[in-house]
């Protein structure tokens, strides 16, 4: 039993003195000449909340042909031209589509199918879109390109001109997929 205690004493100290090598600044310090550090501009750009609701939407708007010329210079290239088929290489999620597939044994999770409110495409296209250029666009396009990929999914009219209030009353098809927060101090939005 004593030989047990032993080890055990032992092997704490072990894992002890590695965390402190480890975890020690002197083993970190200096510059390894990777990233910079981030700007205001640069949290600028992804220091947004847009809520189902439409609050935290910024100001602006896009239409539907305005939003179809943004997603063929800007999106096409990993989604694919019509939405339902991503190029094949790029990982890139299909983002209309799948109806009806979440319960089934090969669900297609998209935009269409999947997200509960549109405010989730906006602040997601704003934050990470394009992925070679994320937070490139400006919010006139990317209430544009929202409006282009709703409309092809048949989510909203063609003619609608998206902006903060618009955003906020799109009705998603899964809307009522998700189960809502049961907590009083959480605002659900349904």
């Known amino acids: 039993m004593s030989i047990n205690i032993k080890k055990l004493v032992l092997g704490k100290c072990c894992v002890l003195a590695l965390g402190m090598m ?6 970190y310090a200096g510059s390894y000449g990777l990233g910079s550090p981030a700007s ?21 708007q896009g239409t539907y042909a ?6 063929l210079d800007n999106c096409s290239g990993c989604h694919g031209t019509d939405m339902a088929k991503p190029v094949k290489g790029t990982g890139a999620a ?7 597939t979440l319960a089934s044994g090969k669900p297609k999770k998209t935009v269409e199918s ?10 997601f296209i704003k934050r990470a879109m ?7 666009l400006t919010d006139n396009e990317v209430y544009a390109v929202v409006n282009y990929i709703l409309a092809e999914g048949n989510i909203i009219d063609k003619n609608t001109t998206m902006n903060a209030k618009a955003l906020a009353n799109v009705k998603m098809p899964n809307r009522n997929g ?5 907590r009083p101090d959480v605002f659900n939005y349904d």
């Open 178 to 182: 998700f189960i809502s927060d049961p």
């Open 130 to 136: 394009p992925f070679n250029a994320p937070g490139s």
């Open 114 to 123: 999947y997200w509960p409110y549109a405010s989730t495409a906006f602040d």
């Open 66 to 71: 305005e939003g179809k010329e943004v997603y």
């Open 22 to 27: 480890f975890t020690s600044s002197s083993v």
């Open 94 to 100: 299909a983002l209309r589509g799948g109806r009806g």
């Open 40 to 60: 205001a501009s640069d949290i600028a750009k992804i220091d947004i909340d847009v809520m189902p609701d439409g609050r935290g939407a910024p100001p602006g």
